[in-house]
């Protein structure tokens, strides 16, 4: 891939600069998280199982979406590619928040995943493109903190919308909030060498990414970081997706589920930076430490809440959310930490597949724990499962020989 060639930007931008994104972002991404499977249960007819399987489905989309972001980067710069996907996600957010039809919604629902894919790539890259001689460590603390912050009061207001307007108005408000994002690069005045347009071979693009995956897999680092990554995605991707269908099923209101979400968020504010300074000071072994005690402490909890109800299950709800404040600032620096500025470039879009495919497969696990258990705290069993099965993986042997991509 080649690379991208700034030819000005405004004076003073930084990788901290692209971090600081992160605060738009998180409130618009808190707002979507808080209410959208609530919107997708009404729409699937109550049924919990079936929006797992939908949510299976969604992301089965969004990683043939992630596999395509390298070769888009080949034929467009990326600060092109971002102005482009921010203003698709102010749109379909706008729509979304007045669609009546349920077909509308979910139709919007599935094209607004393309930019939010896209945007999700390109900040850590910008990022790495920026950082300087200090790497990315410090930037990853910073942006995970803003993202958090972002996210502290975003579930408050969903609800607070949700209930005075209904549950889809709620996301006029991300709407605006990544306007806001949008404006916020665009101060940055980025302007990037404009790329030789070349022939789209549609036969050559599925080469070009079967042989980008073959060889990211060849190196055992970048496969140890990939799983590692897998295990973090699935425990938070079941947790969110049916948290909010378990408090409505114990009869608590909108209000509850607000509060809870936004008390789960704080950990994240408080912890972002220190174990993101930890991690820069320390390298891959304090990384490596921190993921393990949060995923063991994670899934510990989550055996736990198999077994809790109503005000225990949210205590312990927002106690998986300490834990898992030791694991997001640093689980992309498992990739980061053994990867050079050009590798990754080259490589970060197939690790990042490990988002959208954890997505997929995991939604369809826990929609079979529910349908063979007929009920949805089930699903906490395979959040324990996979948490086992991660604190293994980090734990077990020695750092990986690394084999070099030719």
Known sequence: MKWDKYISTKPGVSGFSFANLGLFTG??????????SLILLGILGGSAALVGVYSSAYYAFGLMVQLAVGESMRLFSK???FYVSMLAVVVCYFM???????MTFVALDLFVLVPLVFIGTLIPLFMADFAGKDGVGGMYGRYYFWLNVG???SPMIAMAIADRFGERASFFAAAVMYLVAFLMFKRYKIVAEEKAPGKISPRRTVRSIMRGIRVYFRRADF????VVNVGYYAMNSLRGLYFPILVMEDKFGVETLGLVLTLGVIPYVILSNPVGRLARKYGQRMTNALMAVGTAAFAALSFALFFAEGRAMLALYVLTHIANALREPIHDLMFFNVANKSEQRRFYGVFNTSTNLTKFVIPLIGAAFI?????TRFMWLAVGLFGIISTFLLLSGSKPATIRAK
């Open 27 to 36: 409130f618009g991404d808190g707002i979507r998280g808080a209410v959208n």
């Open 79 to 81: 600060a092109k590619i």
């Open 96 to 102: 979304m928040s007045f669609s009546i039809r349920p």
């Open 151 to 153: 996210a502290l009061c």
């Open 223 to 226: 496969a140890r970081a990939y």
């Open 371 to 375: 349908f063979v258990s007929g009920a």
